[in-house]
Every structure is written in structure tokens, then in C-alpha cells.
């Protein structure tokens, strides 16, 4: 199923009328934050509703107030690091937490991974407020955040984010398809899609076992074929080229050659008999 999104999204990527989805699934949430003359944005995903948040300054606090009707819960907050950064500490409900956190120059992302339905305060306390930011001007929100998301569906599938297969997506995203703007509008456009969905396929694979090794099976070709990304050298053409043939070569491993043997296995064979007088 990925792999059918990824190719038709790359397509629409390179198509002049694509335009993005909405963000109406309430998975993707971007709140502005108001603090010290600034708009901030920050962004969340998750299988999980957003139903309040708010800042503190004194205490450079963001809090979320959220609502989840799963047990099993996953969100990433990208929070820009000229809002808060340094040293992050996290509660849930008052409880101290600890998720992955993850940073470059540009975002804080940080991965939730925890359970409980119902309602639940995520408080995210940093260190650092307004880090070289200049304090008397008002910044408008950010229009483009970095993708530092990881794929839920194929951490889930190799059972780590830390598994070889998942650390290839990552780097292919870092380091290929945020080089260019073909692929950052890419990764914007498909980020809002896949996890409109993908925090529901997550859950199940954690679910059902033989469900699990079904995707694995299913998205380890597509993974392998994004290898050929790493041919990038953030050309804006070469990587328009890279993903047609990823396209294409996906189509080929997905479509054309199960069809070809289906159609094989069902075509009757005609047996030539030689009679003689």
C-alpha cells in the first residue's frame, strides 16, 4: 500500500497541478504559537487529537491537551528550536517521559510512543526560549517545517526505528529528498496522505503477527529500489529522473510482473498431437 501511495504522490509531485490535501483527518495539527512578538509554528502528527495547547514563557512550557481512543499511541512534534530548545524534559499526566528526540539546526522533532486512552496533558519544557531571536519584531509563522517524521509502518513492520531498513528511509530523506524542492514538496504533500492512515496499519501490524510479516514483505523491494535516490547529487532534474524511474520500477515489481505471471498461470496450454496415417 505504501509503495502505491509513494509512486502516485511522486507523480503528482512533478505534475504543475497537484495541490495538497487538507488537514481536515485531524492527524496533522499545526498550532501557532504566540510568545515574546513572535508567531511560531509548531506541528504535530499522531493517531491522536489536539484539543488545546498552550505556552508558557516563564516556564518555556508548551503543553497539548489530547483526546485518544486507541490504548496505543504515536505523535511527532516538530517544534522549531528559535521557540524552545536545549535540554527538553517531558511529563504525561503529571508523569515524568522520555521519548526519542531527534534535532538539527532548523526543529526539536520528538517522537511519542505511549499508552492510555482518554484525555492526557504532554507537557514539553525546554531550556532555551527564543534562542537568537530578535525580540522587538514580529516574525510571521513558519510556512514550511522540516520532515523529520520516520515511517510508522516500516518501524512497526522491522520492529525498530533503529532496524537497517528504517535507517535507509531516513537517510534517503535527509540527505536525498530535502535537497531539493521536488522533494520537499514531495515529502510535505505525502506526510499529509500517509499518516492520515499509516498510525492505523501501525497499530495492527503490532496487532497481528502475520499481518506484520505481510507488509514487511510487501515494502522491502519498494525500500530497496529508493536506494537508487542515493545517485542524487541535489540536481532538481536528476532527482525528477530518479523517481520517474523509481515509478516505473515500481510498477514493474507491483503491477506489471504479477500480472504477467497471473496471466501466465491462467492462459490453458495447447498440446500439439501428431496423428499418422
Not at 19 to 33: C, K
Not at 55 to 60: A, E, P, Q, T, V
Not at 86 to 98: C, D, L
Amino acid at each position: 500500500m505504501k509503495s502505491i501511495l509513494f509512486v502516485l504522490l511522486l507523480l503528482l509531485v512533478i505534475t504543475p497541478a497537484f495541490a495538497q490535501l487538507s488537514d481536515r483527518t485531524g492527524l496533522v495539527n499545526r498550532l501557532e504559537v504566540k510568545t515574546g512578538g513572535h508567531s511560531f509554528e509548531v506541528q504535530t502528527v499522531s493517531n491522536f487529537d489536539i484539543l488545546n495547547y498552550e505556552f508558557d514563557d516563564d516556564k518555556k512550557r508548551l503543553t497539548l491537551y489530547i483526546n485518544s481512543g486507541l490504548e496505543n499511541n504515536l505523535g511527532e512534534v516538530y517544534i522549531p528550536q528559535t521557540l524552545l530548545s536545549g535540554n527538553f524534559t517531558f511529563y504525561i499526566n503529571g508523569e515524568p517521559y522520555s521519548p526519542k528526540v531527534k534535532v538539527n539546526d532548523q526543529i526539536s522533532f520528538i517522537t511519542l510512543n505511549f499508552t492510555g486512552s482518554g484525555d492526557s496533558r504532554i507537557e514539553i519544557i525546554g531550556t532555551n526560549y527564543l534562542h537568537g531571536v530578535n525580540q522587538t519584531t514580529i516574525d510571521e509563522p513558519s510556512k514550511e517545517i522540516d520532515n523529520g517524521g520516520g515511517c510508522l509502518i516500516a518501524t512497526a513492520a522491522y520492529g525498530s526505528e533503529l532496524a537497517p531498513q528504517v535507517q535507509q528511509l531516513r537517510e534517503i530523506r535527509d540527505n536525498q529528498l530535502l535537497k531539493t524542492e521536488s522533494g520537499k514538496l514531495f515529502m510535505n504533500s505525502f506526510n499529509d496522505v500517509y499518516y492520515s492512515f499509516s498510525p492505523i496499519i501501525a497499530d495492527y501490524e503490532r496487532e497481528n503477527p502475520i499481518f506484520k510479516e505481510l507488509v514487511k514483505i510487501m515494502i522491502t523491494p519498494m525500500i530497496s529500489s529508493l536506494s537508487i535516490l542515493s545517485l542524487s547529487d541535489d540536481s532538481e532534474f536528476l532527482m525528477v529522473g530518479l523517481g520517474i524511474s523509481i515509478i516505473l520500477l515500481n510498477i514493474g515489481m507491483y503491477f506489471v510482473a504479477p500480472t504477467i505471471i497471473i496471466v501466465k498461470l491462467k492462459t490453458p496450454k495447447i498440446i500439439n498431437k501428431d496423428y499418422h496415417n
